[in-house]
Nanobody, 118 residues
Framework: QVQLVESGGGHVQAGGSLRLTCAAS????????MNWYRQAPGKQRELVAT???????NYADSVKGRFTITSDIKNTILYLQMNSLKPEETAVYYC????????????WGRGTQVTVSS
């Protein structure tokens, strides 16, 4: 079992920055992939950024150059630095992890609200 708790969301003006944090606890040694997703009102959940156990990263095209995913303390804390935020990026941001042999399990956090005003 892995528990994920996000924090760091809030209200920011367009062009501003926020840093989201996801704290993982439990069987964290088996985590292979860590992701940030977001879901805007009325839209499907979308993958924003990914970090693998080895440290490689990948980003949605819409956030490349503005968002940075990092981790700390042997991948038990996941961050998402978000710069130059846009109003259309208002959403609930979720932490997600895949783990175990062949990524057979995944866990989600409850999300943190990010609101970007114009």
């Amino acid at each position: 079992q892995v528990q994920l708790v996000e924090s760091g969301g809030g209200h920011v003006q367009a062009g501003g920055s926020l840093r989201l944090t996801c704290a993982a606890s439990g069987t964290t040694f088996s985590i292979n992939v860590m992701n940030w997703y977001r879901q805007a009102p009325g839209k499907q959940r979308e993958l924003v950024a990914t970090m693998t156990r080895s440290g490689s990263t990948n980003y949605a095209d819409s956030v490349k150059g503005r968002f940075t995913i990092t981790s700390d303390i042997k991948n038990t804390i996941l961050y998402l630095q978000m710069n130059s935020l846009k109003p259309e990026e208002t959403a609930v941001y979720y932490c997600n992890i895949l783990g175990g042999p062949g990524n057979t399990y995944q866990y989600w956090g409850r999300g943190t609200q990010v609101t970007v005003s114009s």
